[in-house]
DNA sequence: GTCTATAGCCCGATAGAC
DNA sequence: GTCTATCGGGCTATAGAC
């Protein structure tokens, strides 16, 4: 049939087209930015189908969220596996963090950038997902045996996290030029110094 | 005359009482979420006065933005006078940001969260104003007398000062829950120990 | 499932009286 | 300088053919 011929084998793949697409653009101009008809002309995928998919604008921003998250989760996992002690681990996760800087900005930017609860209504903020609760809960542990010191716990993991985070931005935005790999060791040196004993 | 009776008797007033409510509006819901309905509504301040004023949204958004930049580097200036070595510097950098984050949590908000570059047409990023630079200056003066210590002091100056916003980010987010006057001295001290020799 | 066409809404900006 | 009324445009979301 003629409808059959212009259907498209495999509909996951406008899903996919649709969600990487709408990803780069958030990232690039901003969730508010971004219209339909945009996402529409980038993905080739019609406004019927995002529609069909998705329900709305806002349902497409919170699956994006949450594959986003689920992705690093599972990576920050895949990495912890075999690091035994405290110090490993933190190395473990700015390193990942670095990583992925490095190697998928738009993922990175997107984490860092996108103020979600902006749009997504009762969105938890990122440093409330279950990557950034690990290294509270970590650098807790840290503190019981000795290995870091503070007095305050949280504010610890603020400042590790912070202290990584930052330099990522500054080198996004110009400032630190260098590429993010050669930086690795002194980006851990400071992080670390911030928490360890 | 009936016009005259009507003209409030200040013109600046309404001025500023747009400027305040505006930063307000965007710091609650972004750039975007605000129209100039809503400014007008919550300022009691007309369409036509506003774009009497301003000009335009953008123009409008540009003015708060350049104000609230001045203002921070007043309060600065004022901080830093006074205090002679590297490290009594940082320190009153780091009080001056714990400080305004809880007296004026609009101000820090509006620095801290909103993406200027994403509706100001070529604007600096907030790490590049005059306050970050002199962070960079006088952690690299500080690298240099040897106070402090790191291989590359851009790097440096980024966990400083990731390390204290990250916290008044988490703060502000509801995971670290205690005032933050009651913190500074934690915040201060994994701040600097990610710094110094 | 996918498309095109369009309804219906609200926004930014302007016009023109006062 | 300040107001109200309104225009043109672009948006989200829907309708209905295929």
Not at 26 to 54: L, N, W
Not at 145 to 153: A, Q
Not at 159 to 177: C, D, K, M, P, W
């Amino acid at each position: 049939m003629e409808a059959q011929r212009l259907r498209k084998i495999d509909p996951q793949e406008k899903v996919r087209a649709v969600l990487t697409t709408a990803r780069r653009l958030f990232v690039e101009h901003g969730y508010h930015s971004v219209s339909i008809p945009m996402i529409v002309r980038e993905s080739r995928v019609s406004t019927g189908a995002i529609y069909h998919h998705f329900g709305n604008k806002e349902q497409l921003a919170r699956r994006i969220y949450d594959e986003t998250l689920s992705e690093f989760q599972e990576m920050l996992e895949q990495r912890l596996t075999g690091q035994a002690d405290v110090l490993s681990q933190l190395r473990a996760f700015g390193k990942l963090l670095v990583d992925v800087a490095q190697s998928d900005p738009e993922m990175m930017r997107y984490m860092l950038f996108l103020n979600h609860g902006e749009f997504l209504s009762s969105c938890p903020p990122i440093c409330s997902s279950a990557p950034f609760r690990w290294v509270q809960e970590t650098i807790r542990n840290g503190v019981a045996d000795g290995t870091l010191r503070s007095d305050h716990p949280f504010v610890a993991a603020a400042s590790f996290i912070g202290a990584i985070l930052r330099t990522i931005e500054l080198n996004y935005q110009g400032v630190i030029i260098e590429p993010l790999d050669t930086l690795i060791s002194p980006i851990l040196d400071h992080a670390l110094r911030a928490v360890r004993a």
